[in-house]
């Protein structure tokens, strides 16, 4: 019984081996993990002689010609004929001599590393072209493994869409939307484990036969930059049928052009289910020949004619004569020197400037924000001898200055303020009706009865910024500490110092900051800018 048993087996694989394809191309490409084998077939009475031993060899580079058998890997099996792969790596990747007495054959296996980012490999693959409307029949079939598949699966862009035991199949009229990647992978069990194989269809679905206009993709004209002696390449692509003539014309019976080359090869593609291609112009080392040429490039048919044409002109830098570009040069770096100059002389006469252009455009702050005073004088009101500087200079020099020459109105405690009146409640509404308020600093403007103002003062300015504060150092002040703190938040450019003589001329830079920081007014000066005022009395 079990002799039986083991010779019905043995027929069994006998027979399977017996059906398997004979190995006819000697290039072969398999795909990395893959089930695949190879079998020898010959008609030679040397085969049908069980006197001759079969034989398989692969060449191991260095180490030439290594004769195959069942220990060489526990992943090839050999009978007789037939060498199996369960799967084929990329080792396995060579030549191979199958030997039996004076027969041999000779294959060269080709092993294509899997994608692992796909379900297919694109250098294994088959291409169909069908033409829209007509039958689309793609059928899932390997003899190779005919009879021992045990399910198979097709998909579209590697996406499943049928699996059957038997051969799945499509079978339609193809439209545009049909075109795509098609595979079907085939499971298969040796020895109890599974096996897939891999057999990929690129499917293109072109256009009927009904032609198109052949065009010329692009401009009429283009012009290209080049550089002489550099090499270019001008590339022309065109919309035209399989039939039409494509091709570059340059020729010239008065003009030689060596240095061009065309290439006789071109690149075609279906894009929306039309025929495109490429051309190419090889030119090399240009020259001044081929500057200002038409090197025309033309698609043609019985029906229909298109060209566009391509000019070369030098790169623009290289058009200036080198005087004109010394020149240039030398025109922006004093360019550039100038504005540098212009911003810092506008940076240093920064209040000239800003004065001048109150003037120019009559700007008035004063028109419309419902105040009295132009500015409130705060000072040292009680006159003795050795005040008398800084009594004066509050009283007759600023009213001279800000309100007879540049038409200012001041608020003045003594000329301004009406005897007899609460003396606190009148000057905190002074201040509020004043755009500015001038402080005339000394230390001994510090004393009790004049702070008040002060702190009204700089409460309106820091808390509720309803005026701007000028703070005139009439006298070095030598002990900061009597100053009330919120003094030194005042920014530095509002802290203006008398300097006597030097400060005199109304056309001194005193004055010029002190009417920056005044509100701007429309007034015209007196004409008497360079007038020298008289020397304060001194005591």
Same mark, same amino acid.
């Given at each position: 019984?079990?002799?039986?048993?083991?010779?019905?087996?043995?027929?069994?694989?006998?027979?399977?081996?017996?059906?398997?394809?004979?190995?006819?191309?000697?290039?072969?490409?398999?795909?990395?993990?893959?089930?695949?084998?190879?079998?020898?077939?010959?008609?030679?009475?040397?085969?049908?002689?069980?006197?001759?031993?079969?034989?398989?060899?692969?060449?191991? =580079?260095?180490?030439?010609?290594?004769?195959?058998?069942?220990?060489?890997?526990?992943?090839?099996?050999?009978?007789?004929?037939?060498? @199996?792969?369960?799967?084929?790596?990329? !080792?396995?990747?060579?030549?191979?001599?199958?030997?039996?007495?004076?027969?041999? =054959? /000779?294959?060269?296996?080709?092993?294509?590393?899997?994608?692992?980012?796909?379900?297919?490999?694109? &250098?294994?693959?088959?291409?169909?072209?069908?033409?829209?409307?007509?039958?689309?029949?793609?059928?899932?079939?390997?003899?190779?493994?005919?009879?021992?598949?045990? +399910?198979?699966?097709?998909?579209?862009?590697?996406?499943?869409?049928?699996?059957?035991? #038997?051969?799945?199949?499509?079978?339609?009229?193809?439209?545009?939307? %049909?075109?795509?990647?098609?595979?079907?992978?085939?499971?298969?069990?040796?020895?109890? #484990?599974?096996?897939?194989?891999?057999?990929?269809?690129?499917?293109?679905?072109?256009?009927?036969?009904?032609?198109?206009?052949?065009?010329?993709?692009?401009?009429?004209?283009?012009?290209?930059?080049?550089?002489?002696?550099? !090499?270019?390449?001008?590339?022309?692509?065109?919309?035209?049928? &399989? %039939? %039409?003539?494509?091709?570059?014309?340059?020729?010239?019976?008065?003009?030689?052009?060596?240095?061009?080359?065309? /290439?006789?090869?071109?690149?075609?593609?279906?894009?929306?289910?039309?025929?495109?291609?490429?051309?190419?112009?090889?030119?090399?080392?240009?020259?001044?020949?081929?500057?200002?040429?038409?090197?025309?490039?033309?698609?043609?048919?019985?029906?229909?004619?298109?060209?566009?044409?391509?000019?070369?002109? $030098?790169?623009?830098?290289?058009?200036?004569?080198?005087?004109?570009?010394?020149?240039?040069?030398?025109?922006?770096?004093?360019?550039?020197?100038?504005?540098?100059?212009?911003?810092?002389?506008?940076?240093?006469?920064?209040?000239?400037?800003?004065?001048?252009? +109150?003037?120019?455009?009559?700007? !008035?702050?004063?028109?419309?924000?419902?105040?009295?005073?132009?500015?409130?004088?705060?000072?040292?009101?009680?006159?003795? *001898?050795?005040?008398? /500087?800084?009594?004066?200079?509050?009283?007759?020099?600023?009213? #001279?200055?800000?309100?007879?020459?540049? =038409?200012?109105?001041?608020?003045?405690?003594? $000329?301004?303020?009406?005897?007899?009146?609460?003396?606190? @409640?009148?000057?905190?509404?002074?201040?509020?009706?004043?755009?500015?308020?001038?402080?005339?600093?000394?230390?001994?403007?510090?004393?009790?009865?004049?702070?008040?103002?002060?702190?009204?003062?700089?409460? &309106?300015?820091?808390?509720?910024?309803?005026?701007?504060?000028?703070?005139?150092?009439?006298?070095?002040?030598?002990?900061?500490?009597?100053?009330?703190?919120?003094?030194?938040?005042?920014?530095?450019?509002?802290?203006?110092?008398?300097?006597?003589? /030097?400060?005199?001329?109304?056309?001194? +830079?005193?004055?010029?900051?002190?009417?920056?920081?005044? *509100?701007?007014?429309?007034?015209?000066?007196?004409?008497?800018?360079?007038?020298?005022?008289?020397?304060? *009395?001194?005591?």
């Amino acid at each position: 019984m079990y002799y039986e048993l083991f010779l019905t087996f043995f027929i069994l694989v006998i027979k399977s081996i017996s059906e398997q394809i004979c190995s006819s191309r000697s290039h072969i490409n398999v795909v990395e993990g893959e089930p695949f084998y190879l079998k020898y077939c010959s008609t030679s009475l040397s085969q049908k002689n069980k006197t001759h031993p079969t034989r398989w060899f692969k060449n191991n =580079g260095l180490y030439g010609w290594v004769e195959l058998n069942t220990s060489s890997s526990p992943r090839i099996t050999l009978h007789d004929d037939v060498l @199996e792969f369960w799967p084929v790596e990329l !080792d396995d990747q060579g030549s191979y001599i199958f030997q039996v007495g004076h027969d041999t =054959g /000779e294959w060269t296996l080709n092993v294509i590393k899997r994608n692992k980012h796909s379900c297919f490999n694109e &250098e294994h693959v088959l291409n169909k072209r069908i033409e829209v409307h007509k039958s689309l029949q793609i059928t899932c079939d390997n003899t190779l493994y005919a009879k021992q598949i045990n +399910r198979t699966s097709l998909y579209k862009n590697c996406e499943k869409i049928s699996q059957s035991n #038997k051969n799945p199949s499509i079978q339609k009229n193809a439209e545009f939307r %049909d075109e795509g990647n098609y595979s079907c992978v085939f499971f298969l069990y040796h020895n109890g #484990k599974l096996y897939n194989i891999t057999k990929t269809f690129i499917i293109t679905v072109v256009p009927e036969h009904s032609k198109v206009i052949p065009a010329v993709l692009g401009p009429e004209f283009s012009y290209v930059e080049v550089q002489l002696g550099k !090499d270019v390449e001008l590339i022309c692509s065109a919309l035209l049928n &399989e %039939d %039409d003539t494509f091709y570059w014309n340059f020729h010239d019976d008065n003009v030689l052009h060596p240095n061009v080359h065309e /290439e006789q090869s071109m690149r075609t593609w279906i894009s929306e289910g039309k025929r495109h291609a490429s051309k190419t112009l090889r030119i090399e080392k240009v020259t001044e020949n081929n500057l200002n040429f038409l090197y025309n490039c033309t698609v043609t048919n019985p029906e229909a004619t298109d060209t566009r044409s391509f000019i070369l002109i $030098r790169k623009g830098m290289t058009d200036i004569p080198g005087h004109m570009f010394t020149g240039g040069i030398v025109m922006a770096v004093v360019l550039s020197v100038a504005v540098v100059c212009s911003v810092i002389l506008c940076i240093i006469y920064k209040v000239d400037v800003a004065l001048f252009y +109150r003037r120019l455009v009559k700007r !008035d702050e004063t028109l419309t924000d419902g105040k009295t005073y132009d500015a409130f004088v705060s000072y040292l009101r009680v006159c003795h *001898p050795e005040h008398g /500087e800084e009594y004066t200079f509050a009283v007759e020099t600023l009213p #001279k200055v800000l309100e007879k020459h540049f =038409g200012y109105k001041l608020c003045i405690f003594e $000329r301004d303020v009406v005897p007899g009146g609460a003396v606190v @409640e009148e000057i905190h509404s002074l201040i509020q009706k004043s755009r500015r308020l001038i402080i005339i600093l000394s230390e001994t403007f510090m004393s009790n009865e004049a702070r008040f103002e002060l702190e009204s003062g700089l409460h &309106e300015a820091l808390v509720e910024r309803k005026i701007k504060v000028i703070l005139i150092e009439f006298m070095p002040v030598r002990n900061f500490t009597l100053l009330p703190q919120s003094l030194k938040l005042l920014k530095s450019h509002r802290v203006l110092k008398w300097k006597a003589q /030097e400060s005199l001329p109304y056309n001194s +830079r005193f004055w010029k900051n002190l009417l920056y920081l005044m *509100p701007a007014k429309a007034t015209k000066p007196s004409g008497i800018e360079l007038e020298v005022m008289p020397i304060l *009395p001194t005591p």
